[in-house]
């Protein structure tokens, strides 16, 4: 059962370096009474990205800040309520200046607001001491960020709609030696207001345990391909950016999080993409401090 | 302090400065040419000078010359006096500190009417990024209306978000250009009609995508 419990503080530090994707803790749920909080700091900042073809185009270099709280609340053994709440979300872009006359021709810009946020309910669908676990989970996207900041518009905290997805996992933990590990898998289906593509996600992820349980190790893999069945980006002007419409990419995460107490940790993370369309190619980091309350 | 400052910055992301690689050749263009002038006539030229960015200013001095004064005469405001039939040339020369052009003009002095050069140009869309776009356009005058004419071979990617389309006289920036507007149309022909702008105002058809700030593409106006 303790690897279990690991296993579920960790995916959500996880989950939360990718926070359009969070949602928490493969197959398994909280048990009743126990919650798991943290409050961490995402960011990307690119100068370039994919373009609808899979190919790396430059842009001004611009960036994307999310402050978020996550919480995890099992309200009974086998129903988990969960949040995702970027309290403070910064998107900026450099200005650009002549570098033959140093004239300034495009001013810096950047807008700040409170960014998307997730609610979300996850229930238990396997029996009590299943080897394997697995739980179905339905996420409100709450479109309260910015989708029109900066002078023309086109800066944004938040896509700008409503989006519901459900979501299916499917976990198990395992031992290699004295090495404690789990494994897990998922699909989704992401529906999509405001003219945006659904879309299908699918993913999986590995974690082991290292320094007796205080240090975890994760790689994650997560995979979106937009259905395509909302408008083109420049119809919609969303933007190739973590908000735009038709994104798709298959991601890496790569994940350390801390045990500095049985409550307190730490944890970083590096994600990155093997192939996009339509979303920024440059790495994305993440920092966070958690509060397990078992 | 410094624990402080280094969570502001990274809670905040502060703004930086790219630079955008944007120098041209200075140009002078002659902005009224003519192709043949009446003969014991006058015609008063007119030059527009642009810097280093492809940005219109006032040379510091001017030179106008041609290239047989028993045929032609030329003062140093542009103003030109025909005096006998024949090919002539004339050449403008224009300094501002350490930038220099200078454009000649050829044409023909008879005893028919002053005719103006061509009344229309022509050029060839270009994608410089990896997103589709080309086709073929026309420039002519309508009146007091510039029209640009795209052909039926026209695509362009219509993932790209806020495409615009611009004027301008430098093939890597907007600075200083004419905007056109935001790209309506991503395949077959269509037209843009622009008041108050010459058919030598501008050398490029430019493309760029506004929240990126970065060109797209962009067709030499021939």
Redesign the interface.
């Known amino acids: 059962m303790e690897i279990l419990n690991n296993y579920k503080k960790l995916s959500l530090a996880i989950l939360l370096t990718i926070p359009f994707l969070a949602s928490a803790g493969g197959g398994w749920t909280k048990q009743k009474g126990t919650a798991y909080y943290k409050v961490s700091q995402w960011w990307v900042v690119a100068a370039k990205h994919y373009t609808g073809t899979g190919g790396i185009d430059p842009n001004v270099t611009t960036g994307t800040f999310n402050t978020s709280f996550y919480g995890e609340y099992g309200i009974t053994d086998r129903l988990t309520g969960i949040v995702y709440f970027p309290f403070f979300s910064r998107t900026f872009r450099n200005e650009q200046v002549s570098g033959t006359n140093g004239m300034v021709t495009s001013p810096g810009e950047a807008v700040n607001s409170i960014g998307d946020t997730d609610i979300a309910v996850k229930y238990g669908l396997s029996k009590p001491g299943s080897k394997f676990v697995f739980a179905g989970t339905l996420l409100l996207g709450l479109p309260l960020g910015k989708n029109d900041g900066g002078s023309d518009g086109s800066l944004q905290t938040g896509d700008g709609e409503f989006n519901q997805m459900v979501r299916f996992d499917l976990s198990r933990s395992f031992s290699i030696g004295k090495i404690n590990a789990y494994g897990n898998i998922y699909t989704a289906f992401n529906n999509r207001t405001n003219n945006f593509s659904d879309e299908f996600r699918a993913g999986g992820e590995v974690g082991a345990s290292f320094l007796k349980n205080k240090l975890w190790g994760i790689v994650r893999v997560d995979m979106v391909e937009s259905l395509q069945n909302g408008l083109s980006s420049a119809e919609g002007s969303s933007g190739a950016t973590i908000f735009a419409n038709n994104t798709e990419f298959i991601s890496y995460t790569y994940e350390a999080a801390y045990y500095a107490t049985d409550k307190l940790g730490f944890s970083a993370s590096y994600g990155g993409a093997f192939s996009a369309k339509l979303i920024f190619a440059s790495p994305s980091y993440s920092v966070g401090v958690f509060l397990d309350l078992k | 302090m410094k624990r402080v400052a280094s969570l502001i910055f990274?809670?905040?992301?502060?703004?930086?400065?790219?630079?955008?690689?944007?120098?041209v050749s200075p140009v002078i263009r002659i902005t009224n040419p003519i192709s043949t002038m009446e003969v014991n006539t006058t015609y008063q030229f007119e030059y527009m000078f642009l810097d280093?960015?492809g940005l219109e200013t006032q040379p510091n001095s001017i030179i106008w010359t041609t290239s047989d004064m028993s045929r032609l005469t030329i003062d140093q405001n542009g103003l030109a006096e025909s005096l006998d039939n024949g090919e002539i040339t004339i050449t403008v020369f224009a300094n501002s500190g350490e930038l220099e052009a200078d454009t000649s003009l050829t044409f023909e002095i008879t005893g028919d009417p002053t005719m103006m050069a061509d009344d229309e140009r022509t050029g060839k869309i270009m994608t410089t990024?990896?997103?589709?776009l080309e086709g073929d356009f026309k420039l002519f005058k309508s009146g007091d209306d510039l029209i640009v004419d795209i052909a039926s071979n026209y695509v362009a990617?219509?993932?790209?978000?806020?495409?615009y389309v611009y004027l301008t006289n430098n093939p890597n920036?907007p600075?200083g250009g004419y905007e056109i507007g935001a790209?309506q149309v991503?395949s077959g022909a269509h037209k843009y009609t622009i008041p108050d702008v010459g058919l030598l105002d501008y050398d490029y058809l430019f493309y760029y995508?506004?929240?990126?700030?970065?060109k797209v593409g962009h067709g030499d106006i021939e």
């Open positions: 990274i809670l905040t992301g502060c703004i930086g400065q790219d630079v955008l690689m944007d120098e280093n960015v990024s990896s997103y589709q990617d219509d993932n790209l978000p806020g495409l920036s600075s790209v991503f995508c506004k929240p990126f700030k970065v």
